[in-house]
């Protein structure tokens, strides 16, 4: 006897049928956090490759009000987040023309204190991504076990025996194994796609953050040109070319 999809939905119990609704609101939830962390990372590294030769330049013309206007524009940009942030509480420091060591130790705070503050928003979600991964498949071994055990108390209590009499119930247990197998996989796929990206923009991250503390550097000793730095050159490069240390 050949069973459909439908035909072993119609004959599953009840404890089954909660097992595939619970596995569906799963796979829903982490595919609609995937989309959105997908949309965000991809608005966010479009932003940056606008942002950075911009902000470059109003750094080389040492005008700190435009660069921090143009920081809040940005908003979806990580890096226009983690240096615009940094650059408002910093710059009093730069305008007094009085930057001490102590001054570039509190910038460097700065930029980290943005830094943390950017990376645990863009983790937000991907703890969900993993906890669906990893429990899926047991939600549906949960299934598949109390399936067999229906099938077999009603083998037992039919009188019945051989294959034919459990073969129904063993096809409806084993299918939300299948399920759940089907729930994780992709779950699990994403989340590693994201922690991949999130490194990405990590290392985006700290690479233009220590282009600011160079700025300030400089700054200080007088001999600084940060509109001729690698950060200029290296943004408009992967924007045409796709190459260099920052990923697209």
């Keep these: ?28 939830w982490s595919l609609s956090i995937a989309i959105k962390k997908w949309w965000d990372f991809k608005k ?9 030769p911009e902000f470059s330049q109003f750094l080389e013309e040492d005008n700190l009000g435009e660069a921090v206007t143009l920081a ?9 987040r983690v240096l615009g942030g940094a650059l408002t509480e910093i ?25 943390l503050m950017t990376i645990t928003d863009m983790k937000r979600g991907l703890g969900v991504l993993a906890t669906v991964g990893a429990t899926a498949p047991f939600v549906g071994l949960l299934g598949t ?13 039919s009188g019945a025996g051989g294959i034919a009499a459990i073969s129904s119930g063993v096809s409806e ?8 197998l089907i729930v994780a996989i992709p779950a699990v796929w994403l989340f590693n796609y994201f922690q991949v990206k999130l490194d990405n923009l990590t290392a985006e991250m700290t690479y233009t953050s220590k282009e600011m503390i160079d700025y300030m550097i400089k700054n200080v000793s007088g001999t600084g040109e940060f509109g001729r730095s690698r950060f200029t050159r290296e943004f408009n490069t992967t924007a045409t070319s796709g190459s260099g240390p920052i990923s697209q």
């Design 44 to 52: 966010a590294q479009a932003e940056t490759r606008k942002f950075a």
């Design 173 to 180: 247990a084993l299918i939300t194994t299948a399920f759940g």
């Design 91 to 115: 710059r009093p420091l730069i305008q007094d023309g009085s930057v001490t060591v102590g001054d570039i130790n509190s910038a460097e705070r700065a930029v980290e204190r943005e830094m």
């Design 1 to 28: 006897m050949q069973l459909s999809l439908l035909d072993i939905y119609n004959q599953m119990a009840g404890f089954a049928r909660f097992i595939v609704y619970v596995l569906a609101a799963m796979s829903i």
């Design 72 to 80: 809040d524009k940005y908003k979806k940009s990580h890096v226009a």
């Design 145 to 157: 076990t109390m399936g067999i055990v229906n099938a077999f108390a009603g083998m037992a209590a």
